[in-house]
């Protein structure tokens, strides 16, 4: 255990040290390292050419090969940009404009006028960023109802305990009260959000990964031209105690620049079976996708 904390502390004190380079100093570090893994050492290269020429059927294989180098050029920037955010503050993450949150009246009305709400998040854009949630700008420059202390991030432990501790502390980084208390093991948040339904809460659940083992499977038809399973847990949760719903969109306006939209599935998910809230979320997805092919995380098996 010992060993453990001194693990992550030289971790976390080293990629602290990192950060402090400016942002277009990990860009030039993020460039060579995507030439590294999507050239050189091609990481799972054959999962991504799979992945995008069933996804993409109607596509070239020309056209194809041009999405998976723009991928790994993204999964570099995705990286670097990573780095950078693990020793920011929320003043650092505001002034450097990095996400902005496009329809922020929509979210806190939402958020006010639900007992909790439930957002399904996905591995488009830089899901890493989500930890700056409540620092980054808006258009009107208003800020979100949402405080820190009601954010929850739902997340699947890792095998490594070392690992584990440096990623959690490096998602919530900008959150200085907060710290990694807001992040919620998978397999403890029925529990969590039943004992804590007296507090209006907001769940942020990265939803888009393949089943595990133990949540078992179930199909919803096609999502990208394949027969998908999902997993049912966090809207199993959102439609026991009637959360509102919602998709959050990541879009890459620029090198630099995310645009962060909250999408809405259903105001009451007790009104709505699990299943029909998760075909509205992957028609989403299948939709922001196809908006920017390059943006999702083709290197997952998703479909198994």
Not at 159 to 181: C, I, M, Q, Y
């Given at each position: 255990?010992?060993?453990?904390?001194?693990?992550?502390?030289?971790?976390?004190?080293?990629?602290?040290?990192?950060?402090?380079?400016?942002?277009?100093?990990?860009?030039?570090?993020?460039?060579?390292?995507?030439?590294?893994?999507?050239?050189?050492?091609?990481y799972r290269y054959s999962v991504v050419l799979v992945n995008l020429s069933r996804s993409f059927p109607q596509k070239k294989y020309g056209e194809i090969k041009r999405i998976a180098r723009d991928f790994y050029r993204h999964l570099?920037?995705?990286?670097?940009?990573?780095?950078?955010?693990?020793?920011?503050?929320?003043?650092?993450?505001?002034?450097?404009?990095?996400?902005?949150?496009?329809?922020?009246?929509?979210?806190?009305?939402?958020?006010?006028n639900s007992p909790s709400m439930t957002v399904l998040s996905t591995h488009c854009g830089n899901w890493e960023l989500l930890g700056g949630f409540l620092g980054y700008r808006t258009p009107s420059g208003e800020k979100i109802a949402?405080?820190?202390?009601?954010?929850?991030?739902?997340?699947?432990?890792?095998?490594?305990?070392?690992?584990?501790?440096?990623?959690?502390?490096?998602?919530?980084?900008?959150?200085?009260?907060?710290?990694?208390?807001?992040?919620?093991?998978?397999m403890n948040i029925l529990r969590h959000a039943v004992s804590n339904r007296d507090k209006r809460l907001v769940y942020i659940y990265p939803t888009d990964q393949a089943p595990y083992w133990k949540a078992g499977k179930h199909p919803i038809g096609e999502f990208m031209h394949q027969q998908t399973n999902v997993m049912l847990g966090s809207v199993g949760v959102a439609c026991k105690l009637s959360h509102s719903v919602m998709y959050m969109k990541m879009r890459r306006v620029e090198r630099g620049r995310?645009?962060?939209?909250?999408?809405?599935?259903?105001?009451?998910?007790?009104?709505?079976?699990?299943?029909?809230?998760?075909?509205?979320?992957?028609?989403?997805?299948?939709?922001?996708?196809?908006?920017?092919?390059?943006?999702?995380?083709?290197?997952?098996?998703?479909?198994?």
């Amino acid at each position: 255990v010992i060993m453990n904390k001194l693990l992550v502390n030289i971790s976390r004190g080293f990629l602290k040290m990192l950060s402090l380079f400016p942002l277009k100093f990990h860009y030039f570090m993020g460039g060579i390292l995507s030439w590294l893994i999507g050239k050189v050492g091609k990481y799972r290269y054959s999962v991504v050419l799979v992945n995008l020429s069933r996804s993409f059927p109607q596509k070239k294989y020309g056209e194809i090969k041009r999405i998976a180098r723009d991928f790994y050029r993204h999964l570099g920037d995705i990286i670097a940009e990573t780095i950078w955010f693990s020793g920011s503050s929320h003043k650092r993450v505001h002034k450097s404009n990095i996400v902005s949150v496009a329809n922020p009246e929509l979210v806190s009305e939402y958020f006010n006028n639900s007992p909790s709400m439930t957002v399904l998040s996905t591995h488009c854009g830089n899901w890493e960023l989500l930890g700056g949630f409540l620092g980054y700008r808006t258009p009107s420059g208003e800020k979100i109802a949402i405080q820190e202390e009601d954010i929850r991030v739902v997340y699947k432990k890792l095998s490594s305990p070392v690992s584990d501790e440096v990623f959690k502390r490096n998602r919530v980084a900008p959150l200085e009260r907060v710290g990694t208390s807001c992040e919620i093991e998978s397999m403890n948040i029925l529990r969590h959000a039943v004992s804590n339904r007296d507090k209006r809460l907001v769940y942020i659940y990265p939803t888009d990964q393949a089943p595990y083992w133990k949540a078992g499977k179930h199909p919803i038809g096609e999502f990208m031209h394949q027969q998908t399973n999902v997993m049912l847990g966090s809207v199993g949760v959102a439609c026991k105690l009637s959360h509102s719903v919602m998709y959050m969109k990541m879009r890459r306006v620029e090198r630099g620049r995310y645009e962060m939209t909250l999408i809405p599935i259903c105001r009451n998910a007790s009104e709505m079976t699990p299943e029909q809230i998760m075909r509205k979320y992957y028609d989403l997805l299948e939709q922001e996708i196809n908006e920017t092919p390059h943006n999702w995380l083709w290197t997952h098996k998703r479909w198994k």
